[in-house]
């Protein structure tokens, strides 16, 4: 029996996103632009005596924290990239701040909804104009913000290459801008209309999108997390590859994410034709996600 890694000689086990540099850049910025609007809402609260933008600065200076999660993720993971006690790299810092965020996401949804049904049976003297204006603002910032966060594909999107740690700052602001988008909608129609009643309405409308989008990243990131194989196809593959030559067959194959992009494999073939390792190599070759192979190859004696 013979153990190789397919990947010897000079090997790193740098397995970061290829836009990380580009995400850190653009999360900063929307954490600047988050806090500014923060403060500009909870000035405006005390100013203009105003619980709903108050209320608002304060259910934006969460999403400020959550964004701050997604940061200090990409700052560790590039930090750390080449430290030998992360035995496949710091690709899953990432995962890890997304689904912390996701849990925020989370809080924030029953939150909003415990304000809202509470706002049903005490509404809250609402300074309309003040407050519509602010809402507007607040939502031209996150709009701004969403397509700062958006990420960029080359060709087709897949799923498997997607940062979620970005997707989780993105949803923080896509959460943001619903908010806002709600709460124009209803502090219009109690503008206008007297429907004061909109307003907690929409609070519970946006509560449940919102847990909805929590609920997706905490799945997608502890999928990664636990080491579930997310990519089935790519799996299929592999094994359709290696047992098409001679009378490979794959006895065991297991595949996980280590990065954005960036998948391992441990694979074991049983054969009666062993081949040396760069053999398997140069097979494997041009499947580009796997960034780290380690292959076991187990002889077997052809009948007589």
């Not at 540099?21 to 005390?46: F, K, Q, W, Y």
């Not at 964004?67 to 992360?86: C, E, K, N, P, Q």
């Not at 939502?139 to 979620?164: F, R």
Request: with cysteine; proline share 3%; net charge neutral.
């Amino acid at each position: 029996m013979n153990r190789h890694n397919l990947d010897y000689g000079c090997h790193d086990h740098v397995f970061l996103g290829a836009a990380q540099d580009v995400n850190e850049r653009r999360t900063r910025i929307v954490i600047g632009l988050t806090a500014t609007m923060m403060v500009l809402e909870i000035v405006s609260g005390l100013l203009f005596g105003s619980m709903a933008l108050l209320a608002d600065g304060w259910h934006m200076a969460s999403h400020a924290a959550a964004l701050g999660i997604t940061a200090l993720g990409y700052a560790l993971a590039r930090r750390h990239a080449v430290d030998a006690r992360f035995s496949f790299g710091t690709g899953k810092i990432g995962e890890l701040a997304g689904f912390s965020s996701a849990l925020l996401l989370a809080l924030i949804a029953l939150l909003m909804a415990y304000e809202s049904v509470k706002r049903f049976y005490a509404p809250v003297p609402i300074s309309f104009d003040e407050a519509i204006a602010v809402a507007v603002l607040g939502l031209m910032v996150n709009l701004v913000s969403a397509w700062l966060l958006q990420e960029k594909h080359a060709g087709h999107h897949h799923a498997h290459h997607t940062d979620h740690n970005l997707r989780a700052a993105y949803l923080h602001v896509l959460a943001d801008a619903l908010t806002s988008i709600l709460a124009i909608v209803a502090l219009t129609a109690g503008r206008f209309w007297g429907w004061v009643w909109m307003d907690p309405l929409m609070g519970i409308v946006g509560a449940l999108v919102i847990a909805r989008w929590a609920y997706g990243l905490t799945r997608d990131t502890s999928c990664v997390l636990l080491d579930i194989n997310i990519n089935q196809k790519l799996s299929r593959n592999i094994r359709k590859l290696i047992e098409s030559r001679a009378d490979n067959r794959v006895a065991d194959l297991h595949l996980w994410r280590i990065g954005p992009g960036h998948f391992a494999a441990i694979i074991s073939v049983v054969t009666g034709d062993p081949r040396p390792p760069d053999y398997y190599k140069d097979l494997l070759g041009h499947f580009k996600e796997l960034g780290h192979v380690t292959i076991e190859v187990n002889p077997c004696n052809k009948p007589v």
